[in-house]
């Protein structure tokens, strides 16, 4: 009887090893071969020419195409300050002072998810519109509208970040020790938070690396804007670029997940909302 | 306003300021709660209050009405089946290869190298991806050629890369990894005691997936699909990187009537299609999360 038992679970232990590997063999096909592609793509030669690399050392010789990467960086740069400025102090404020409003920020913080980046543009055009006619109509403008799309992740990373310290008592303690706030912020609670602040930093960047819908429709042409557009003229620059911005995103996100590691569940939910975001 | 934490803070800490405090502890919120206001909160009430006026400001529902037009109904219909089927075939593949990690050895390295892959997968979308599946099976792509010369013509009959239908295996790429984000959860919260006590009382391997498994995982399943199909719904980048003419998607629809590139310039319309979307989005997000609580009656 036990001999039988053990022969039964064995077959199945042989056939569910059999079907994993199928499973997996597959998924690293299917997943794989079309980034592998772009590569390939990307150093063909002209006709039945040898492997070369021509398409990426011409990147720079694109003036638009510099234009956007320039552009998309700076927005990168801009967007992750301008979130932090705003949203470290407000946070730590409001758990300090004003904890009664801690669900309401929570709340529209988390707002942004629920509305597909498609729609927020139908109401950002009109603003912009105003914006470009008495203010500036400069690319770098689009920062604004990306702070309140990182808002949702940034906000939990955040929230995970201040949960972890005792906010209220080193706060108490370094202003007894007659410590201002600015000193509070930032000798106290961001030296605290430092993982939290790089882990929200990292999804800002590659979040505005990869956004292509409200720069598309405001009409400015950020990194993916532009590359779309080189894409019908160039194709081999064009994919070259995308190759670059996508193993920079990677790279990003590597980190991001190794600086992670300790907190599983909450990684899950940030990534598969700023997949979200960045599609949407 | 009163504040309830506060008291604590300048009893124990001692402020130095003396007599009562003043309840300005709110302006340190006043700079965020501006910002959302301006960027948030008026785009919103732009979208919402323009879809009912009309071009002089007066109250309307011609908008709504617009989305009566043959064309709008046909591209929701296009993205609806476009969203079922690349959330269907995403769950089922997502699902599939979840159960392949979820069977194997929890800490292991095979689980930890797919769990962080298909998380940066589950976000690679937009024109990126479109180039990617372009470079693969585009005209000129590699696979498309090397079939090609083996006298297997994929374009035969149509260049379907640049249809729905590559557009649903493009969406692919980016649903497999979120199913298996989303649904491995669920796939570890089955504890092999079920599988014993199953066997114990004489059911196979088919009487175990039916009555035992099947069932308490088909609510996180469904779930699942909903979530992928919200996904599916709302994308645009990678659509548009794919198809230029004809604005298919519902996104894009968005797009021509708020741009006026094709068509004409619509701005209240756009934002009637903007409304229809969420709308859509918001009651699919809802089941979603309804479906949610009840898988985690069980499975946690």
Redesign the interface.
């Known amino acids: 009887m036990a001999a039988v038992r053990r022969g039964v679970q064995g077959t199945?232990r042989l056939k569910?090893q059999v079907?994993?590997i199928i499973?997996?063999v597959a998924?690293g096909l299917?997943?794989l071969?079309?980034?592998g592609?772009?590569v390939?793509?990307?150093t063909r030669g002209v006709g039945d020419q040898p492997r070369t690399l021509a398409a990426w050392q011409s990147i720079g010789t694109y003036p638009d195409l510099v234009a956007a990467i320039t552009a998309s960086l700076e927005l990168a740069a801009i967007t992750t300050i301008a979130m932090l400025v705003?949203?470290v102090?407000?946070m730590v404020?409001?758990r300090?002072?004003?904890?009664?409003?801690n669900p309401i920020?929570e709340f529209?913080c988390l707002?942004?998810l629920?509305?597909?980046?498609?729609?927020?543009?139908?109401?950002?055009?009109?603003?912009y519109n105003w914006m470009g006619t008495n203010f500036s109509d400069s690319i770098l403008t689009l920062s604004?509208?990306y702070?309140?799309l990182v808002?949702p992740y940034d906000y939990r990373s955040l929230e995970a970040g201040l949960a972890a310290i005792d906010v209220?008592t080193l706060?108490?303690a370094a202003?007894?020790l007659g410590a201002g706030w600015f000193t509070v912020m930032w000798r106290i609670i961001v030296p605290n938070i430092s993982s939290a602040i790089l882990n929200s930093a990292f999804l800002s960047v590659?979040l505005v690396l990869?956004e292509?819908?409200i720069a598309?429709?405001l009409?400015y042409n950020n990194l993916?804007v532009e590359?779309?557009m080189l894409?019908r003229a160039n194709?081999g620059v064009?994919?070259a670029v995308?190759v670059a911005?996508?193993l920079f995103?990677?790279g990003v996100?590597?980190l991001l997940?190794f600086f992670n590691r300790g907190r599983?569940?909450l990684?899950?939910v940030e990534?598969?909302q700023?997949?979200?975001t960045?599609?949407? | 306003m009163t504040i309830a934490g506060a008291p604590a803070i300048t009893t124990s800490a001692g402020r130095p300021v003396g007599g009562r405090r003043l309840p300005l502890d709110w302006l340190g919120a006043v700079p965020f709660l501006v910002y959302v206001a301006i960027f948030l909160f008026l785009p919103t009430a732009i979208i919402v209050g323009g879809s009912v006026l009309d071009a002089n400001g007066s109250l309307t529902l011609v908008n709504f009405a617009h989305l009566s037009r043959d064309y709008i109904v046909k591209t929701t219909l296009n993205t609806i089946g476009l969203s079922a089927v690349t959330a269907l075939a995403g769950a089922t593949f997502g699902a599939l290869l979840a159960y392949a990690i979820a069977v194997g050895n929890r800490e292991g390295l095979v689980r930890r190298l797919t769990l962080s892959v298909s998380g940066v997968l589950a976000q690679f979308g937009g024109v990126t991806l479109a180039f990617a599946f372009i470079a693969t099976i585009g005209p000129a792509g590699f696979l498309y050629l090397w079939l090609a010369e083996h006298h297997a013509d994929i374009y035969a009959h149509s260049l379907w890369l640049f249809e729905l239908p590559g557009v649903a295996l493009v969406y692919l790429y980016f649903q497999i990894p979120l199913m298996v984000l989303v649904f491995l959860p669920a796939l570890d919260g089955i504890k092999p005691q079920w599988r014993e006590a199953t066997e114990s009382l004489g059911g196979g391997t088919w009487h175990y997936w039916r009555y035992v498994a099947g069932p308490l995982l088909a609510p996180a399943f469904l779930g699942a699909t909903l979530l992928l199909f919200a996904n599916a719904f709302s994308a645009y980048a990678t659509v548009n990187a794919l198809i230029n003419q004809g604005q298919p998607v519902i996104s894009q629809q968005i797009s021509g009537a708020l741009s006026g590139e094709v068509g004409t310039f619509e701005p209240g319309f756009a934002k009637a299609i903007a409304v229809e979307m969420v709308i859509i989005v918001t009651a699919v997000t809802v089941l979603y999360s309804l479906l949610q609580r009840r898988t985690s009656r069980w499975l946690q």
């Open positions: 199945r569910l079907f994993r499973v997996f998924a299917f997943f071969v079309p980034i592609a772009m390939e793509f990307s705003l949203l102090p407000t404020w409001v300090l002072k004003l904890p009664r409003l920020i529209i707002l942004p629920t509305i597909p980046a498609i729609v927020l543009v139908v109401g950002l055009f009109p603003i604004i509208a702070v309140v808002l209220k706060t108490e202003r007894s590659a990869g292509y819908t598309n429709n009409l993916q590359i779309a894409g194709a064009s994919i995308a911005s996508l995103a990677f996100l590597v997940s599983g569940r990684q899950l990534l598969q700023v997949m979200r960045e599609r949407g």
